[in-house]
């Protein structure tokens, strides 16, 4: 096949750089396509600008790599785009980059991520090229060995950065026994244990049709779409090796550990068991951390540790729902003098919601922001395309984009005040610090 090369490439990018547009929420309405290979995606039609953005996921991400290979869903993201069928690396982003598309693989625990965005005129060309990446990697040596070299580097200087070792310890230590414990990068000793066979393998074990979750948004019409995903997904095996993945229960409550770091400010992480995705009380946890330390200068965490005693520059938390359990986290940096009151401040702030509850005043303005920020989700098609994605994975429905404002509206005072009490639980708190904070020490 032949690949063409676009001459005006100027041109080109200047044009993706006006594709992030879309229209508002109120605009979008959602198709369901399934192609003539049985291939479903949930598409969102806007010929306004000439662009397509895709993004699709693979059930089962890195809590899936094999015991003393951690880090290969993570790996393998990094060189699908590194040589595929006849064209090696080079080639292959050549021709990339010579007509404007951008083609980018991402590993989370719990899912393979890709995403892709082209011109409309070069669609045909861009899922080809998608095609060849998941089912013809090459894997050549020279970009396995340079890419490792790239992680074991990037993984050396994380080292040198506090957030990511607190964010790292965290896991660890609240999950020693589960897969969301181990780090997604894996480690120098496992990096160094994969290979092209290791690579093949997880390709064609992940990579199939009843795993696949897709969301397209751009200017492509459903009799179009049908092609193309035929185009870039038939040829995948029809199942996936199975997700085995035990639910995970959070350890460490209460616990806190202190890793020695010369800064001058500490970071410190903090989190304990929250709600899943999926947990009828999602929505009243959505609003209860918004007042609580979600919603930046407007909550209460902010107000108490920022805004009256000036403990920080920024406070926070925040709803991970992840797929085995959903966690409720936040963080802040702070003098290491002052860890120790900043943490008293934080672990009162939970407290008093547990037991207090909010307001109604600070019920309706936590619905006001988050019914009226729900629009800036869908300022372009790429961030269209992974709500579709996640709209699927949820199982939350062809409408939920017109149902989320009531969903968030029917959540009552009582509602949040009972999740508060049944969720939030100072004493349960895990907590690392990476720095030297005074007064603070690890848990015996």
Known sequence: MAFPVKAARAALVAALLVAGWAGPAAAVAVQRVVSDAGIEAWLVQDDSIPVISLSASFRGGAALDPPGLEGLANMTARLLDEGAGVLPSQEFQAVLEDNAITLGFEASLDQFNLHLRTLRENRGLAFRLLELALTEPRFDREPIERVRRQLLAEMERSRQQPQRVANRAWFNMVFPDHPYGRPVSGTPATISEIGRDEL????SERFARDSLVVGVAGDVSPAELKGLLDMAFARLPAGAAPVRLADAVPAAGGQTLVINVQVPQSVVVFGQR??????????????????????????RLTEEVREKRGLAYGVYSYLSP????????????????????????????????????????ELADAKTFLTGSFPLRFTSTGRIAETLVGMQIYDLGLDYIDRYAGLIEAVTLEDVRRVARDLLDPDELAVVVVGQPEGISSTP
């Not at 093949?200 to 390709?203: I, K, Q």
């Not at 672990?347 to 005043?361: C, D, I, K, L, Q």
Request: proline share 3%.
């Open 200 to 203: 093949g393998r997880f390709v």
């Open 274 to 299: 929250g709600v899943k995705r999926t947990d009828p009380d999602y929505y009243a946890a959505l609003v209860m951390n918004y007042i609580l330390g979600g919603g930046g200068f407007s909550s």
């Open 322 to 361: 992840m797929d085995r359990v959903g966690l409720l986290m936040g963080g802040v940096a702070t003098e290491n003098a002052r860890v120790a009151e900043t943490l008293k401040v934080v672990t009162g702030e939970w407290r008093r919601m547990r037991e207090e509850g909010p307001t109604a005043s």
